[in-house]
């Protein structure tokens, strides 16, 4: 299997991120990918006040990607977007996949919410305006069974661990680290996810400046089973292409059966 991880600086133009998302797609598509990934929040980064108006998985965000998978031919991973959520006052926080045919695949919300205080540094509580998922989700690729999370779910390792406990062999992180936790903690955290569950960690991250004067870290990557880095986005706007071999995460979980050993 062949994928791309799309590294994407959305803003507050929502039909500006959505030409961009699709664009790369195009490149994704022409590299050869069965499979993209774009960012956490595809549709809008930028100030609460100018966010989009949420809607449903068969809105016009829905409909765009659908459209691009089934033109391009290619398994798409939407990142995330604002979908309605459970009130008037919070969203969902959710991805969405769709196969060749533009059907949908899956979609999942965001269960982890990050609401962090780091004085100086970072303020954000994301639960004031969106509301947590509840379900855990493994999307059937081809035949390649992919675990399904966003962004601030990589740091609780038990949901990774309930996604191999369920079959995945490939996680996909859809993102939007911001640069002060990224620099240290980002590749850090794919790379425990993989080794501890031995499987492929796919990694898109939203890059660069957006309003409010915040900053996402970017580098995005791809992860094998034995926490190998194994290709990185430079720091820009662009995809990084990379070839999934199933046969090695065989063989890496024949010959170290750590999640067979488990026994809890």
């Known amino acids: 299997m062949r994928v791309a991880v799309c590294q994407l600086n959305a803003r507050e133009?929502?039909?500006?991120?959505?030409?961009?998302a699709g664009e790369l797609l195009e490149k994704a598509a022409a590299s050869g990918a069965d499979l993209a990934i774009l960012p956490e929040y595809v549709d809008y980064l930028g100030p609460g006040a100018g966010a989009p108006k949420?809607?449903?998985?068969d809105g016009e965000f829905g409909a765009y990607f659908s459209a691009a998978a089934r033109s391009l031919g290619m398994w798409v991973l939407a990142g995330s977007f604002h979908e309605t959520?459970?009130?008037?006052?919070?969203?969902?926080?959710?991805?969405?996949?769709?196969?060749?045919?533009?059907?949908?695949?899956?979609?999942?919300?965001?269960i982890h919410l990050y609401d962090v205080e780091i004085p100086g540094r970072v303020s954000y509580r994301e639960s004031r305006g969106v509301a947590p998922g509840a379900e855990t989700v493994v999307v059937d690729v081809e035949g390649v069974p992919v675990g399904l999370s966003i962004c601030y779910d990589l740091r609780f390792p038990e949901l990774y661990?309930?996604?191999a406990v369920a079959g995945a062999q490939v996680f996909v992180v859809p993102a939007a680290f911001m640069m002060h936790t990224g620099r240290d903690h980002w590749e850090v955290l794919l790379r425990a996810r993989a080794i501890e569950n031995q499987c492929y960690v796919l990694a898109a991250g939203q890059i660069g400046d957006h309003e409010p004067r915040r900053t996402c870290f970017g580098r995005s990557m791809v992860v094998d089973p034995w926490?190998?880095?194994?290709?990185?986005?430079?720091?820009?706007?662009?995809?990084?292409?990379?070839?999934?071999?199933?046969?090695?995460?065989a063989t890496i979980?024949?010959?170290?059966?750590?999640?067979a050993n488990r026994r809890i």
């Open 13 to 20: 133009d929502r039909a500006a991120n959505l030409t961009a």
């Open 54 to 57: 949420p809607e449903g998985v």
């Open 85 to 110: 959520g459970p009130d008037a006052e919070r969203t969902y926080n959710t991805s969405l996949v769709f196969d060749r045919g533009g059907e949908l695949a899956a979609s999942y919300r965001k």
């Open 161 to 163: 661990r309930r996604l």
């Open 227 to 249: 926490g190998t880095v194994v290709a990185q986005a430079p720091d820009t706007v662009g995809i990084t292409v990379a070839d999934l071999d199933l046969a090695r995460l």
């Open 253 to 259: 979980r024949q010959e170290l059966p750590s999640l």
